[in-house]
């Protein structure tokens, strides 16, 4: 037996927390900072005297059901006056008030439809998906029903100064083209997994929406015919090598295979969001070969070959459980930051195809760092601290290929989150970058600011806690260069390969 139920005591508070003794003294710290909110770094565990540490086994404990564990350690810091007098909205002046930053609209729920509306804002947060969306409502013919509705949603959300939305027809579409979210459990609807209604609807605009310019026109001349906003904002293309482990003299076999997300494994070892997409790489499948005459098992081994301009992570920290017939949770933390770098996923030709645009974001942190100490910027628009982000900037896509990623480099702009132990219960909330630092969490029709902090507490640890389902990373883009910093990029990069080639 490893999962136990106990009692924290945690002042006057009794608490009772289930323990699983499979997983390490850290998740058992994630579940009661959810609960109680105080920080793993500032709790102190004792069960009959002794002190539970990070890196402890609990064999070394008597753990039993109804045992007694003593949490200690404060939930907030001391909370200081504030410096400034506190100015209520009915309070403040004209120009206050038009500097005030409003935040995004939210969408009311009907009754278990969180999964709808986090997956409708994460969404949102791609601003290309959105002018797609434009640009399909403004074409002639009525489109597709739910594509249609969506890009009728994006555009009164964008538009509308409305705290709220109901997005009843966009609902009903999803429910008459896809019957499975129509449901119902004793005469409710049910709640529905939010990574199928995630993949659902990337589908649907994976069919519908073509790439457009403004004259709303297809660019034949970067894009093969058929194929669509999705397959170039979205889609990853990955290099499969199949080798038989039962006949090293059988020759390999190569394939390409076109995703629109990648996978987290989340495994025992895995900490990390990287090293559970490195886990996802390599894999094991059995199949007919023809030099054995008969089923063997083969070795998958798979690369990056093209990336996307944004790129989908699914944790998958669902699996079924044939006994309760039920999707359940694993809960083991899996840390993530706010930028992300694939490269070492990448195929050896992707490498070198992205190495001339990761010099220059290299060299560009370089020279900002030297202007920074000059006083200067190397933005070629100069802009305020509190300015909306309006500078241009240099393509992110190869030429050939446009929504692609050239660096390999990546930063976060939404997250998808679980609170509960299943994926077919509980509550999904989405939560989208407005700029650097500044982040919104919609909990359906509730809307509030975040920070970059907060975010990084939705890895895992608890079922008790929003942990992140998916992420939604977009290529990391450098600022238009003036002609004079291009010239000073181009020569440091110059430098760079000229010094790397005398070493070799």
């Known amino acids: 037996m490893s999962t136990y139920n106990v009692n924290v005591k945690w002042g006057k508070k009794k608490l009772p927390v289930e323990l699983n003794t499979a997983e390490s ?3 058992f710290k994630a579940q009661l900072f959810a609960l109680t909110g105080v920080e793993p770094s500032r709790q102190k565990i004792l069960i009959a005297g002794k002190t539970v540490k990070d890196g402890d086994e609990w064999s070394k404990f008597k753990v039993k059901n109804g045992a007694m564990f003593m949490l200690m350690g ?10 400034e007098a506190v100015k209520f909205v009915e309070d403040l002046e004209e120009h206050e008030l038009a500097s005030a930053s409003l935040l995004p609209p939210g969408i009311k729920n009907f009754g278990n439809t969180c999964y709808m509306n986090a997956s409708i804002q994460c969404l949102r947060a791609v601003p290309e998906l959105r002018r797609a969306l434009d640009l399909y409502l403004s074409r002639p013919g009525g489109g597709a029903q739910l594509t249609k509705a969506l890009a009728v949603l994006f555009k009164s959300m964008s538009d509308s100064k409305q705290t709220e939305f109901a997005a009843m027809n966009f609902l009903m579409a999803l429910r008459q083209q896809n019957p499975q979210f129509a449901e119902q459990q004793q005469g409710h609807y049910a709640q529905q997994d939010a990574g199928e209604c995630w993949g659902t609807l990337l589908r649907h605009l994976q069919q519908d929406v073509p790439m457009l310019n403004d004259s709303n ?8 015919p058929g194929q669509s906003f999705v397959d170039r904002y979205f889609g990853i293309r990955m290099s499969n090598t199949l080798t038989c482990e039962e006949n090293p003299d059988e020759p390999a076999s190569h394939s390409e295979e076109s995703l629109l997300q990648l996978r987290c494994h989340i495994e025992k070892d895995v900490s990390f969001l990287l090293a559970g997409l490195k886990i ?4 094991q499948l059995e199949k007919n070969s023809e030099s054995l005459g008969r089923n063997a098992i083969y070795k998958k081994e798979s690369l990056v070959a093209r990336l996307p301009s944004s790129l989908v992570v699914n944790f998958v920290r669902f699996y079924f459980k044939k006994g309760t017939a039920t999707n359940c949770k694993v809960t083991k933390p899996v ?4 930028e992300l770098d694939v490269h070492d996923l990448c195929s050896p030709e992707l490498k070198a195809k992205m190495k001339p645009y990761r010099d220059m974001h290299a060299y560009y942190n370089d020279l900002q760092a030297e202007k920074a100490l000059e006083g200067k910027t190397m933005d070629k628009k100069e802009k305020s601290a509190d300015a909306e982000e309006v500078t241009e900037f240099e393509p992110h896509w190869f030429e050939d290929d446009k929504g692609s990623c050239n660096s390999g480099l990546y930063e976060l702009v939404a997250v998808l989150t679980h609170k509960g132990r299943s994926s077919d219960s509980g509550h999904y909330v989405g939560w989208t970058r407005q700029k650097p630092g500044k982040w919104v969490l919609y909990d359906d029709d509730t809307v509030t600011s975040k920070t970059d902090e907060d975010i990084l507490k939705l890895c895992g640890g608890g079922a008790d806690w929003h942990t992140a389902y998916f992420c939604v990373f977009q290529a990391k883009k450098l600022p238009l260069l ?3 910093d291009r010239a000073a990029l181009k020569s440091k990069i110059e430098a760079g390969n000229a010094a790397a080639a005398a070493a070799a």
Do not use: H, N, W
Request: hydrophobic share 40%; charged share 25%; glycine share 6%.
């Open 74 to 83: 404060s939930a907030d810091a001391v909370v200081e006056a504030p410096k």
């Open 482 to 484: 003036s002609e004079e």
């Open 25 to 27: 003294p850290d998740v």
């Open 335 to 338: 840390r993530f930051s706010m």
């Open 280 to 283: 996802g790489l390599t894999g």
């Open 217 to 224: 026109t297809a660019l034949q001349e970067q894009v093969t």
